[in-house]
């Protein structure tokens, strides 16, 4: 199952200029918008998420198993709180990315995965999260959605990123290590809550 709730430890490469530093808001990075098909011919867009897709969120959620919701938030939920849905859809984009698969079925553009990335006040770490639809298993749309957060992470002049995985998520341990993501030896694991063990991994994004 491609689910995660992760952090990632980011350092910080010289900064580079900013075109949108000296605004109080960042606009819509519509640069980052990008299309991918499907080797079946399935279009697919990837593109920040906005404030408008907050319905289209809680959807894509409600839809997940409970196995997914589990591996994705640690705990188990049905839907996602109106805090939660404001938090995950109205980003600040100079702090966050969060970034959706969407595509389009009976008309209507629907969500089948998402990630994103939150970077912490420190200014030196942040943390991603990572899941796809039960439906959309197996047609490399994580690894899509990883390797562009990581662009996107490296263009912002980070260089390490550190996660946490459940032991039980075998097939996100598989996808995190052809990402190039290794356990670390320090806090090689722990154990969560419910007794699951938790693995910390980190790659390099330089």
């Known amino acids: ?6 952090r990632i430890v980011v350092g910080y490469a010289p900064v580079a200029s900013d ?3 000296h605004m109080a808001i960042y606009p819509y990075p519509s640069h980052l918008v990008s299309q991918w098909q499907l080797p079946d011919g399935v279009n697919i867009t990837i593109r920040p998420i906005r404030p408008e897709d907050a319905e289209r969120e809680q959807a894509f959620v409600r839809d997940l198993s409970d196995e997914a919701k589990y591996f994705r938030f640690m705990s188990t939920l049905h839907e996602l709180s109106q805090a939660m849905l404001v938090r995950f859809t109205q980003i600040d984009y100079d702090r966050e990315m969060a970034l959706i698969a969407v595509t389009e079925e009976q008309s209507k553009e629907v969500e089948i995965g998402v990630c994103r990335y939150v970077i912490n006040p420190d200014g030196e770490t942040c943390e991603f999260a990572l899941v796809v639809s039960d439906k959309w298993q197996h047609k490399a749309i994580g690894h899509k959605l990883m390797t562009s957060l990581i662009e996107i992470a490296r263009h912002k ?3 390490t990123m550190n996660g946490e995985v459940l032991a039980s998520n075998g097939n996100m341990l598989k996808l995190v290590d052809t990402l190039g ?3 670390t030896t320090k806090h090689r694991r722990r154990k969560h809550q419910t007794g699951n063990e938790i693995f910390k ?3 390099l994004v330089r």
Do not use: C, E, N, T
Request: glycine share 6%; charged share 20%; hydrophobic share 60%.
């Open 157 to 159: 002049g980070l260089k």
């Open 181 to 183: 993501f290794v356990i």
């Open 1 to 6: 199952m491609l689910a995660v709730d992760a």
């Open 19 to 21: 075109r949108y530093s």
């Open 201 to 203: 991994l980190l790659k």
